[in-house]
């Protein structure tokens, strides 16, 4: 598409979004508006509100590790500096690791020690905790039977203030934003034409509404398949759990500064957050998916499962629980007994391969582009993402297969390949288990 005064309709602000309206504002086009169904950014339904994510460079494939590297190189730069951190990154295996897991962190090790860039950045075989204690002193865990390695090139970026400050950004170069439950949130697509003159011509919103677009970008993310239903098939929406512990003044201040703490096998954390004081952690896993008794997976706010989007609020599975007390135990001790606080379930969307998926829709005349599959590693690429949606277009096709849009047949769609992603360890499992596993916690 080359008319710069085309009406473009970005649905949802959070980071894929937003990093759309921002390349192609920058490029010239004059009429972009932005739906969110939330009335102020980031969403709480966006898997970018976070306190923080981490901003790697490696990946085990050089095309994502070059994206990577130029992401952080587009971190520095002046929109998006004020929310970078470049505090370094202890990639550790603990010594609970599986063989699948030690076989994974083998192999990024050896990854970054033959990468031409990246083994400049990279100190290798921290096998003991004094050697990792140069890098981080404040681990005062035994780090029993730990590896890691440091790279002090990557690091982490403030997700939330991120995506809240480029909306403000946006909306001063005349990017529009239409937000809130009822004008914002997207309910219906609708097209007209048939066969190669079909097109998407608009949309409807909550408050009945209808929005004409000569472009529309669905940037969902874990809700994707709700308005475009074929997307469930490739995509799973999928959650993992976050959790926070809030520190005093001292203890955050002790931590400042610290490198992203990640055991591969077991989760990550980060440096504090000044404002609030709450250090954040992750655990790593499979995650949860919702199919319920249906083809599609989507977050229960999605599905109208309202019962059970109100059963998960403020709460994370037991064994996420365990694993995250597990890493505070061997890290940082005196922590690893605290009280979890601000607990949730973090949508995003998930492929079989983790590649995103950057393309239009088929047999929508160009005219409907969907951007998905984030599946957990989008993040850091916020910077620099919407360039490749404004490359899209000016091509008129995906050229790079991997990010091309999957037609998968309706009988064979629905798998979920849960464990089996290669990075990933544990068995995925259906949220309906972490509802059955809080209510019987309750009932005893
Ligand atoms: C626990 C967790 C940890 C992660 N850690 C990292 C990390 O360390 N590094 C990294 O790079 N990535 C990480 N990610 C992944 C990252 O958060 C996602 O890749 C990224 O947020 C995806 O961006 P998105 O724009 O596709 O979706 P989102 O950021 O989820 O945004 C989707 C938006 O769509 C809106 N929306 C939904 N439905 C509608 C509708 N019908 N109408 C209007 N608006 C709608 C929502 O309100 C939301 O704002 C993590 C994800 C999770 C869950």
Redesign the pocket.
């Known amino acids: 598409m080359t008319d710069k005064s085309a009406r473009v309709a970005v ?7 937003l990093s759309t309206a921002y390349h192609l504002q920058k490029d010239g086009y004059t009429n972009i508006t932005v ?4 009335s102020e ?10 306190l923080n ?4 460079a490696q990946y085990s494939d050089d095309f994502y590790t070059d994206l990577g590297l130029e992401a952080i190189a587009a971190w520095k730069t002046e929109d998006w500096a004020p929310y970078f951190h470049q505090t370094g990154h202890l990639v550790m295996l603990s010594g609970y690791a599986s063989e699948k897991a030690q076989g994974i962190f083998g192999g990024a090790a050896n990854y970054i020690s033959n990468h031409r860039t990246m083994k400049g950045n990279a100190t290798l075989g921290l096998d003991t905790p004094e050697k990792m204690r140069e890098f981080c002193w404040q681990l005062t865990g035994p780090l029993t039977n730990f590896k890691s390695y440091y790279n002090r090139a990557e690091g ?1 970026a403030h ?1 939330a203030r991120a ?1 809240g400050g480029i909306a403000e950004k946006l909306k001063e170069r005349g990017v529009k934003f239409v937000l809130g439950p009822e004008a ?4 219906k697509l609708f097209f007209e034409g048939e066969g190669e003159a079909r097109r998407c011509t608009g949309f409807t919103t909550h408050d009945g509404t209808t929005h004409n677009a000569d472009l529309v970008v669905c ?5 994707g398949a ?2 475009v239903p074929q997307v469930g098939l490739f995509s799973v929406a999928r ?4 959790a926070h512990i809030k520190l005093t003044q001292d203890e955050c201040d002790v931590l400042r500064g610290i490198p992203v703490v990640n055991s591969m096998d077991l989760g990550f954390f980060f440096e504090p957050d000044p404002a609030t004081r709450l250090l954040k952690l ?1 655990p790593l896993g499979a995650g949860y998916s919702n199919y319920g008794s249906t083809q599609t997976s989507l977050p229960p706010l ?1 599905s109208g499962d309202t019962a059970q989007n109100t059963a998960l609020a403020g709460y994370v599975p037991q064994a996420d629980e365990v694993q995250m007390r597990r890493l505070l135990q061997e890290t940082l001790p005196y922590l690893a007994d605290r009280p979890f606080v601000e607990k949730k379930m ?4 998930d492929t079989a391969d983790s590649e995103y998926c950057i393309d239009f829709v088929p047999n929508t005349s160009k005219s409907l582009v969907v ?2 599959g ?8 916020m910077p620099i993402f919407g360039s490749w949606v404004k490359t899209l277009l000016e091509d008129g096709q995906q050229k790079l297969p991997r990010w091309t849009w999957r037609n998968v047949d309706p009988a064979q769609g629905g798998a979920d390949w849960g464990g089996d992603v290669s990075w990933r360890f544990g068995e995925a499992a259906e949220t309906s288990a972490i509802v059955e596993e809080r209510q019987k916690a309750e009932a005893k």
């Open positions: 649905l949802g602000a959070g980071c894929w979004g739906f969110d169904r939330a950014l980031p969403s709480n339904q966006s898997a970018a509100n976070d994510k981490i901003v790697r982490y997700s995506v914002g949130l997207v309910e940037a969902l993310g874990a809700y709700q308005l959650c993992w759990s976050v992750t999605a973090c949508w995003f969307s951007l998905s984030d599946s957990g590693h989008g993040f850091k690429m």
